[in-house]
């Protein structure tokens, strides 16, 4: 008995020093990686070891300036996720802007990079920890741990019932569970198959799940005939599109660990909207294990131990967000000038431009007390190391004040988690430099515009809707006095959105526009920017991202006015443009459609409720208030879309020779709706040949001179910028109208169009036009028949002086001024004077056109009418 008690304690002690043993290797086994992750990594409860923020030093103060208030700069938070701590910065907003020893780099406030490198465009997985790059931080944020490696999580065990099917329209199988060749637990699940020609039998099993963290997926097998091919199918997202992996070999007995990466997952079958899998792994609704037969006609296998790797305690698993930094670009901004956050946090989500994942923005409260909502955007973002691995965005906010005084904001993060917002933070805005601020429809005249600050602007300019060198031609609108210019985001320039992926955007184009911007707005050059093409509607439908065969949800081209997904996206394009261009005041306006009346619908009415429906979106996405149009190809077409509340002025497309007669006949179309409008496109035609005999620009002088003198709220701007104006170097047309309207307010006049001609001879006519009111007019005289057939530019106009009387002006003194519109040369300048309102004046002989300002000061009543 004692010999054998003592050979039970002996083995007792072998036992404990093999599971010793056994305990040690696994100890000092573990990866580098996640012991390194482990060191990282902060530890539950413990502060000490979160990564703290390193602060800048402070250059010597600046003069004091005691009523600024000081931007704050965030820290990390503390471990148990409470709301972080703010470290209060130096005297000066711009201080740390040297290297520290902690390695911080200065911070730059907003400053397009006109060599933008391209960037990935994809969504991102799992816990994002967006730090901007060191060259935009007064303040390093750490980078965050590495997260720890985690054992393969059991998605699926058999241990409590079968919740697996047969895909019947594959081969047959029937499944059972059985004890018998369990690898994990007391059960796995048996499928006893038979070939019936189809080539393959699917386990298949309804599901709800989100794999946004999980990067493989691990399966045993025990086959017990011949060779198989394994293939993880999972089908995904809204319109649950089928992804397959490549098949993994099954030999005849047991397969453990089966392994398939997620990121060789690809599209199969295709759902209606063909959403990609980064885009779609947060809803996975049916896992699949499709064996593919080989040479056996039946066979039997067991499945057990399915599982995933994921960071999470589980699957799905989402927190609230972690603010970790909010770097302001200054404490104290003048009216107008921009003020730009960079905002760090770390927040779970799987696509960044879609708000309903992850949305940031910034709430702004006045002096005067009201608080306006500014979105924030993706700026930037790090490559992905491959197509589903993590690339990192980098936030912002861009925000104008347009008042003076004290501001204070915070801003809040959201996701699937809850939401988290920032401790209340301030700057101050003085007046500083006499900037206008941004354009608006009057308050005193609703048919012209004007800037915040009260100044009258009349958009002088042209079209460049697309250049490859877009400061040539901006230069050249600068020299002549140019205001206004209008610009598109098309299939080929500056195409925002991804034509293969709608919804997401390329940054480095966004990044072009931010250029693009600042490039106008040190010229004082203000932008018209178009956001839809109609030929994405027609001939580039290939091109259009929302088409479903690029992955889109719309089978045709009508269904992008009514289908609702459609209209989701197109809601999250405009509040990405207008979070990143709305805060500049070199943006005159969003127009909506470039001529939409051409882009494919069911119905007028689709197009118009949907402009009603995306410009009151674009409203409330755009916290500056740009004006918000749209278009079509001639005036008549569509007239609801002008009618709506939500467009504020009417663009004016024509193409014709008849221009007097087509741009009074505009005029008084619209007239009653009691809104600015001017001529956004004109030429002699539709094809680039039918200007190209009019070297001297006589249709385009015509236009522009004829536009001027019409009641409308702009000049008229050409088409054909490119083979027409500059390559005939027409410039100086502008130039001289420029010279002509300087100071010239239209706010309050209640002009009225007058025309009239006058035979000169046999086979000459002259023609005049005026927008006169009583206390002013702006005449041009000229000869219609030039503009049909500009070779009969040089024959004279007025052989000898011409008296003419105007009727219905005030009695008093009047400036008249006579102008050569070709020379630019003022010919003549009188004063005259009426005590009955009409007012006499005289046109000199003449072969050129010319143009008349009648000015006086006050106002009056009598209906203005012209007598030979």
């Not at 001179?705 to 170097?729: H, R």
């Not at 010239?744 to 006049?749: E, I, M, N």
């Amino acid at each position: 008995m004692q010999n054998r008690a003592s050979a039970i304690w002996l083995l007792i002690a072998i036992l404990v020093a093999l599971l010793g043993y056994w305990a040690g290797r696994a100890a000092n086994s573990r990866p580098v990686a996640q012991e390194q992750a482990e060191s990282a990594s902060p530890k539950k409860g413990s502060e000490d070891t979160l990564p703290k923020a390193a602060t800048a030093q402070p250059p010597a103060p600046p003069p004091a300036t005691p009523e600024a208030p000081k931007p704050a700069t965030a820290m990390p938070p503390s471990a148990d996720g409470r709301e972080p701590e703010f470290e209060p910065p130096s005297e000066s907003p711009r201080a740390g802007m040297g290297r520290d020893t902690a390695g911080t780099a200065p911070y730059e406030p907003y400053k397009p990079d006109t060599a933008a490198r391209s960037r990935s465009q994809g969504g991102e997985a799992g816990t994002a920890a967006t730090t901007p790059g060191a060259e935009d931080m007064t303040t390093a944020v750490a980078a965050p741990a590495v997260e720890q490696a985690m054992a393969y999580d059991v998605f699926d065990g058999f241990e409590e019932g079968n919740a697996w099917a047969v895909e019947s329209a594959a081969d047959h199988a029937v499944l059972a569970l059985a004890e018998d060749q369990a690898s994990e637990g007391k059960q796995a699940l048996k499928a006893t198959w038979k070939a019936f020609g189809k080539g393959n039998f699917e386990l298949r099993r309804e599901v709800k799940l989100d794999l946004t963290n999980a990067t493989s997926a691990r399966v045993d097998v025990y086959n017990a005939g011949g060779q198989l091919d394994l293939v993880l199918g999972i089908r995904a997202g809204y319109d649950a599109s089928l992804f397959t992996t490549p098949p993994k070999p099954l030999d005849k007995g047991w397969n453990r660990d089966v392994t398939f990466r997620l990121a060789d997952l690809s599209f199969t079958e295709k759902g209606p909207w063909g959403s990609s899998w980064a885009w779609s792994r947060d809803s996975v609704n049916r896992i699949s294990l499709i064996f593919r037969e080989r040479d056996e006609k039946e066979g039997v296998v067991h499945v057990d131990n399915l599982r995933f790797d994921h960071p999470a305690a589980k699957l799905g698993a989402k927190s609230k967000p972690v603010i970790k930094s909010i770097k302001a670009s200054a404490g104290t901004l003048e009216r107008f000038q921009t003020l730009e956050l960079d905002v760090a946090f770390e927040a779970a989500f799987q696509n960044f431009f879609d708000r309903g994942e992850v949305d940031l923005t910034a709430s702004f409260l006045a002096p005067s007390g009201k608080r306006l909502e500014a979105k924030g955007f993706v700026y930037d973002a790090e490559p992905p190391a491959d197509a589903l691995a993590v690339g990192k965005p980098t936030w912002r906010v861009r925000f104008t004040p347009t008042e003076t005084g004290l501001w204070r904001y915070d801003v809040t993060v959201k996701n699937s988690g809850g939401d988290t917002t920032s401790q209340t933070y301030e700057f101050l805005c003085r007046q500083g430099a006499d900037r206008p601020g941004f354009i608006r429809v009057s308050k005193s005249d609703p048919q012209c515009f004007e800037f915040d600050n009260g100044a009258f602007y009349y958009p002088i300019g042209q079209n460049i809707c697309w250049a490859a060198n877009y400061e040539y031609y901006l230069d050249q609108m600068k020299a002549y006095g140019g205001n206004h210019v209008r610009i598109w985001l098309c299939p080929w320039n500056l195409q925002l959105e991804d034509p293969k992926e709608a919804g997401k955007y390329d940054l480095a184009v966004a990044k072009a526009v931010d250029t693009l911007l600042a490039q106008c707005a040190e010229r004082g050059i203000y932008v018209q920017l178009v956001l839809r093409y109609h030929g994405m509607q027609d001939a580039s439908w290939d091109k259009n991202p929302y088409n479903a065969a690029n992955g889109g949800p719309c089978t045709w081209a009508g269904d992008f006015f009514t289908d609702g997904k459609a209209k989701d996206l197109h809601k999250r394009f405009l509040d990405y443009v207008a979070a990143r261009w709305g805060h500049s005041t070199a943006l005159f306006a969003w127009e909506l459609w470039n001529e939409v009346d051409l882009a494919r619908s069911d119905r007028e009415s689709d197009v118009v409720a949907w402009h009603r429906e995306m410009a009151a979106h674009l409203k409330r996405a755009d916290a500056h208030g740009h004006l918000v149009t749209t278009s079509v190809c001639s005036p008549g077409k569509m007239n609801g879309l002008f009618e709506l509340a939500e467009i504020d002025f009417i663009p004016i497309h024509l193409y014709t020779r008849d221009l007097a007669e087509q741009f009074h006949g505009a005029w008084l179309r619209y007239r009653k709706l009691r809104k600015p409008m001017f001529v956004s496109e004109f030429s002699a035609g539709i094809k680039p040949g039918d200007d190209l005999g009019d070297e001297r620009g006589v249709h385009l002088q015509a236009g522009l001179w004829l536009a001027f003198v019409s009641p409308f709220a702009g000049n008229a701007m050409p088409w054909w910028w490119d083979t027409f104006v500059d390559k005939n170097k027409l410039y100086g047309h502008w130039a001289v109208l420029g010279r002509f309207a300087k100071d010239v307010d239209r706010r309050g006049k209640n002009y009225e169009l007058v025309r009239s001609q006058v035979k000169v001879s046999d086979d000459a006519t002259v023609n005049i036009q005026g927008m006169v009111a009583p206390s002013e007019a702006f005449l041009w005289v000229g000869d219609e028949a030039r503009i049909a057939r500009p070779e009969h530019a040089d024959r004279p106009l007025l052989l000898a002086e011409r008296p003419i009387r105007l009727h219905g002006m005030l009695g008093g003194t009047f400036r008249i001024e006579v102008w050569d519109t070709l020379d630019g040369k003022l010919v003549s300048e009188a004063t005259a004077a009426t005590d009955d309102g009409t007012l006499s004046l005289v046109l000199p002989k003449t072969s050129h056109p010319l143009a008349v300002k009648i000015i006086k000061s006050q106002p009056g009543k009598a209906l203005p009418r012209f007598e030979w």
